[in-house]
């Protein structure tokens, strides 16, 4: 059933054009930047897009011209989790593990998650409820399992669907924003 629901979704995401993932992403970050949780937070973890997910690579670089001390993941494939990283400068990247912009290995500034305000989340298909089904390796369902910090998963509207059937290990995010809406999970 996930599987299928990330498939449908999956190759609705790939026939965007590329100047349609820019317009609607811009949507998105206006709404974010506009959000107070997003103006608080002083240290961010973004994703990093690739592909035709929500776009975040402006979104990164204005963070850190507005002075907000933004975190990158770098993909540990060994363990299956996260080593989280200060991004200084754009340059400190380089294409990593699944085609990812990542920090090069001398550019890696470990952060602890506990001193993150906020986590921007990516997903392939989310609920109101605040579910989300992701790529299928448990990444961010680990992270978000040790974070107790405030989650924003980054979506096109056509990504939400009335219902996903959650499963034990999978974490539940706080707030969801698409380039029409946010919608907050009811807590």
Do not use: C
Request: proline residues 2%; without cysteine.
């Amino acid at each position: 059933m996930k599987n299928e629901l990330r498939n449908d979704i999956l190759v609705k995401r790939n026939s965007l054009s590329k100047s349609e993932v820019l317009e609607k992403s811009l949507k998105i970050k206006n709404q974010l930047f506009y959000m107070n949780e997003f103006k608080n937070a002083k240290m961010i973890l973004f994703y990093v897009s690739y592909g035709n997910e929500v776009y975040t690579h402006e979104m990164i670089k204005q963070s850190i011209s507005n002075g907000k001390k933004i975190i990158v993941p770098k993909s540990d494939t060994s363990n299956y989790s996260l080593v989280l990283s200060r991004l200084i400068s754009w340059n400190d990247l380089e294409l990593g593990a699944y085609n990812i912009l990542e920090p090069k290995k001398q550019s890696i500034r470990e952060v602890d998650l506990e001193l993150i305000d906020l986590i921007i989340v990516p997903g392939v298909v989310f609920d109101a409820d605040g579910n989300r089904i992701g790529h299928g390796k448990g990444y961010y369902d680990r992270l978000l399992k040790d974070a107790n910090k405030l989650s924003i998963g980054l979506a096109f509207e056509f990504q939400i669907v009335k219902n996903i059937n959650a499963e034990k290990h999978d974490e539940k995010i706080d707030i969801i924003v698409t380039e029409d809406r946010i919608i907050r999970r009811k807590m």
